[in-house]
């Protein structure tokens, strides 16, 4: 379901050279507590390169140097290597052993979460120079429906649309993605859940995966009390998933913070206030709803206090209002 792209790999030798010998990368987004360590991670290994030979020596540096060997890594291996700024890469990058520097990042520009995440190829280059780059593209398990969704949301970020394509063997057709607007109250909106969620299970035979995503910590437990109520007659549980928890009963509807949703896959996902979503999280919402869009399998819902947000308008004719 993902759209993956594995960046990066490096096995050179030597330190991470300096960031002169690279692409130049803005620093607005590098803290300077993190420009510190680097320094000083960096100045270790000057130093471990250039005094080699006295861990060998029965010196009174020997001590120190062995203590300093037995921190490096012989392989630094970093997931969702977007959230991470530059500046933080270089430094997990400088952890790995200075004489192999074998280094290996994954991750997806597009489903960067943090403002100060890294952003290009480009950054990356700024991490290690020499690092040697490969792009996978091919999706999997998502419908073709919710997949050219992804791919169009992709577009109105300013990225490409063949960023991830489907295998040739792909059979799952899907439906259309679902809208619900002018969703102002709470039991409005979890009354439209709820229906949608009986569709979902009428069509399946049981209740999938579903996952709603809220825009808060503090909208968890209201949200889950109020769908809990309004599925109450159809026999259907709810959980709410504070912090991002993802231990729960089977067959149980969970709430989560949409900043908790990386990494999980389901097969239904639903929004609630995108509009809402858009306003708190004006350079990350895109963000966020590709991230949670690619987590649905089959089944995504969105739900508008007011109206879709403005980016987002041109897809409003992809959107049906129900599954029926």
């Known amino acids: 379901m993902e759209h993956r792209r594995a960046i990066a790999a490096s096995d050179a030798p030597g330190r991470a050279k300096t960031a002169g010998t690279a692409p130049k990368v803005s620093v607005q987004r590098m803290c300077t507590p993190w420009k510190s360590i680097l320094a000083m991670l960096r100045e270790s290994d000057e130093l471990m390169t250039g005094a080699r030979a006295l861990t060998d020596m029965e010196t009174p540096a020997r001590g120190t140097l062995e203590r300093m060997v037995q921190l490096y890594r012989t392989q630094v291996l970093v997931d969702e290597a977007t959230d991470f700024s530059p500046l933080q890469l270089a430094c997990m990058a400088t952890l790995a052993r200075p004489a192999t520097r074998s280094f ?166 639903f929004f609630v206030g995108v509009d809402r979503l858009a306003e708190s999280h004006p350079d990350l919402f895109d963000k966020y709803l590709y991230v949670g869009a690619t987590r649905a399998a089959t089944y995504l819902g969105l739900t508008c206090e007011g109206s879709l947000p403005p980016r987002l308008t041109s897809l409003e004719g992809i959107f049906g209002r129900h599954w029926s």
């Open 104 to 269: 290996f990042a994954c991750g997806d520009f597009n489903q960067r979460v943090t403002n100060w995440g890294t952003r290009s190829r480009d950054e990356m280059k700024w991490v290690l120079p020499d690092i040697a780059m490969r792009t996978v593209t091919v999706a999997y398990r998502q419908s073709r429906q919710l997949h050219n969704l992804a791919r169009q949301l992709v577009v109105l970020t300013g990225g490409s649309e063949d960023d991830a394509i489907l295998p040739d063997f792909a059979e799952n057709e899907g439906v259309p993605p679902v809208l619900a607007k002018d969703m102002i109250s709470l039991e409005g909106t979890t009354s439209w859940l709820a229906e949608r969620i009986v569709e979902i299970e009428g069509f399946v035979g049981e209740l999938p995966s579903i996952a709603v995503l809220v825009n808060s910590e503090n909208e968890v437990r209201p949200v889950a009390a109020a769908l809990t109520d309004a599925l109450v007659e159809y026999n259907i549980s709810v959980e709410a998933c504070p912090d991002g928890r993802v231990r729960g009963r089977d067959g149980a509807v969970r709430v989560f913070n949409v900043q908790h949703i990386k990494g999980l896959e389901f097969e239904a996902v």
